[in-house]
């Protein structure tokens, strides 16, 4: 019988209840106490119940948690200027949302727009923006269209055209499957979902570039691994800090645990009178509702300074080392390897000397394992652990936690 009889069962729910959150902490209903290296899917980057932000969401509420987009939202320009500032660090403007999802929907739509602008040489317009196995992008029928991994897209079609996907890490068939109808190209500087799998400079690099040769958008998802999860304000930053992107999404970690998401249009010249990008969008292009409200901002302003003014980023790209170089010193016969950035981690396993039970994944029993001694982390892919801990984890939890990761990983050996 499902556990929860009038909820929609689209997720696989582990069997306990969690009621309460503190730092790196979650507690189920029991009262067990959990070392949290999940984060809400990289999204509690400050830790659970954080005092500041619990103060401005308290406070904001009191004053005011939404209007509508039909007005002036000062906290939205704060917000704005600060991603602009010190997060992405080239001028543009910003598109406040709720979820990744909708930041990824929002730049195809841009894309398309540009395509339009810039047509092909015959004057039709470019629609098709190249994506990558093993990417995400999100499940809305637009995001879920961007994503090259089949197994999210069965009996959802048709799916929304204009979506070619390329293996990552490839130029030579990204090149190949650039045409006359493509508008742009589309990655995640790590693949959080796909496997933990971070671009090559040399590609991210020729990705650019082909971009400039061709005049598509070079467009960035950095719902997973942005905001000082891989070492740097930005996942791509982190691989090609020289780069300059066109369009960015953004989720997760910009609300610390608050829904929100937005893109970022930057101001390159379309045109030869130097129309910038992002006056694509007028009134009446685009909308949300709930998008970036007066509690949202508030929040997210609170999260976006401690990233900064705390030097998170610099703390995760030193956490994730160590965490590379503990998980590989235990020689353990199932771990192939430790890839990704910062503290998003995925602990690649060798399934044949584990003993994975029938109708499971390895990555998924060893999931469970964990959670059985205490640690909470979650699968990418059948056979990659995810460790995404929050990035002000202190140093003695992460190490427990990695202690009860060794102590799992010995028990799912065969």
Request: aromatic share 6%.
């Given at each position: ?5 009038h909820v929609l069962g689209t997720y696989g729910r582990a069997p306990i209840d969690i009621v309460r959150g503190e730092g790196s902490y979650l507690f189920d209903a ?385």
């Amino acid at each position: 019988m499902q556990r929860e009889p009038h909820v929609l069962g689209t997720y696989g729910r582990a069997p306990i209840d969690i009621v309460r959150g503190e730092g790196s902490y979650l507690f189920d209903a029991d009262g067990r106490r959990y070392i949290d290296f999940c984060a809400g899917i990289a999204t509690c980057c400050l830790g659970h119940a954080y005092p500041g932000l619990v103060a401005t969401i308290s406070e904001q509420a009191g004053r005011l948690m939404h209007c509508s987009n039909l007005y002036g939202i000062p906290q939205q320009e704060e917000l704005a200027q600060l991603i602009v500032r010190d997060v992405v660090g080239l001028d543009g403007q910003v598109f406040f949302c709720n979820s990744g999802a909708e930041a990824n929907d929002g730049i195809i739509k841009v894309a398309r727009r540009f395509g339009h602008r810039r047509p092909a040489a015959d004057g039709s317009p470019r629609y098709e923006v190249i994506t990558f196995l093993k990417g995400f992008h999100g499940r809305t029928l637009g995001s879920m269209s961007a994503t090259g991994q089949t197994k999210i897209q069965v009996e959802f079609d048709p799916l929304l055209v204009g979506f070619k996907y390329v293996e990552y890490n490839n130029t030579g068939a990204l090149r190949e499957a650039v045409n006359e109808r493509t508008c742009g190209i589309l990655l995640e500087a790590v693949q959080g979902e796909g496997g933990v799998n971070p671009a090559t400079p040399e590609f991210m690099r020729a990705v650019a570039e082909i971009c400039r040769e061709k005049d598509l958008l070079f467009m960035l998802d950095e719902v997973q691994c942005g905001f000082a999860r891989c070492g740097r304000m930005m996942g791509w930053q982190a691989i090609c800090p020289e780069l300059r992107p066109d369009l960015i999404s953004c989720a997760k970690g910009l609300g610390g645990g608050f829904p929100m998401g937005c893109f970022w249009v930057s101001r390159r010249a379309m045109d030869e009178k130097g129309t910038p990008l992002c006056s694509i969008m007028d009134p009446g292009s685009h909308g949300s509702t709930f998008g970036g409200t007066p509690l949202a901002c508030a929040a997210s302003l609170t999260v976006v300074h401690e990233l900064v003014e705390q030097n998170l980023a610099e703390r995760a790209e030193r956490l994730g080392r160590e965490i590379k170089e503990t998980v590989t010193s235990w020689n353990i016969p199932c771990v192939n390897t430790v890839r990704g950035l910062g503290l998003l981690r995925g602990v690649a396993l060798n399934p044949d000397v584990m003993k994975t039970p029938e109708g499971t994944t390895p990555a998924a029993h060893l999931n469970n394992l964990c959670r059985e001694n205490g640690l909470l982390a979650c699968p990418a892919g059948p056979n990659t652990l995810r460790l995404i801990p929050a990035l002000n984890i202190p140093d003695d939890v992460l190490a427990e936690g990695l202690t009860r990761l060794q102590t799992a990983l010995q028990e799912s050996l065969a």
